[in-house]
């Protein structure tokens, strides 16, 4: 079972991205689930919400605690909420900033984790397609780039399916961009000093 905590503010569709993970989990043919977490709903509250893949039934249902895969979509969050909380040792966690990740890493207070942590500036590219900070298109296409969890693909269809017409193409668009993106960082070609990992650069 793999599973994944999305960390965001109010009005960044954390919610949403939950479930359009859960919809690309089914599509690459996974159980999946996702779970809303409410508490304050004001925009610019921290959001919490989770999803979880299985090649057998899920049934449990309470929230993650121990994620395999933390996706953060305003690094504003790395210090109060501590997203690193309960991340498996060789976990994943994407977060959305134009800063590197040595540098999210230690905005986390997180120097001793030996997890993962990729860089993508999903707001950035939101912006440039969609004109509003809603990046969890971006965010979950990282997410793809990163892991064999979900695929490119699926991330733009259910977008697409969600949103039709202008906003789910521009959805998609952004969803390559950051897909195109990750991966030039995991091949050690892009120049944001986006990854690091035990053993990897932290340029």
């Known amino acids: 079972m793999r599973q994944v905590r999305i960390h965001g503010r109010g009005g960044q569709g954390v919610v949403t991205a939950a479930e359009m993970l859960a919809r690309a989990g089914f599509l690459a043919g996974h159980e999946a689930q ?9 925009t610019g509250a921290p959001v919490v919400a989770y999803c979880r893949f299985a090649d057998v039934p899920l049934r449990t249902r309470e929230p993650v605690l121990a994620p395999d895969v933390v996706l953060v979509q305003d690094p504003t969050l790395l210090a109060p909420v501590q997203p690193f909380s309960g991340l ?16 999210a890493r230690a905005e986390a207070g997180a120097a001793h984790n030996y997890a993962t942590v990729i860089t993508v500036p999903a707001t950035t590219i939101t912006m440039s397609h969609l004109g509003r900070p809603k990046p969890a298109a971006a965010m ?19 977008f697409r399916e969600r949103f039709p017409g202008a906003v ?10 950051a897909y195109g993106y990750v991966r ?6 892009a120049g ?5 990992a035990a053993g990897t650069r932290e340029s």
């Open 34 to 42: 996702a779970i809303p977490s409410f508490g304050s709903e004001r």
């Open 88 to 103: 498996a040792r060789d976990g994943l966690m994407i977060v959305n900033t134009t800063a590197d990740a040595p540098t």
């Open 140 to 158: 979950l296409a990282a997410y793809a780039a990163a892991s064999d969890d979900i695929t490119l693909d699926a991330v733009q269809r259910v």
């Open 168 to 177: 789910g193409e521009a959805n998609a668009a952004a969803a390559a961009d």
């Open 184 to 189: 030039a960082e995991l091949a050690g070609t």
């Open 192 to 196: 944001g000093g986006g990854l690091t």
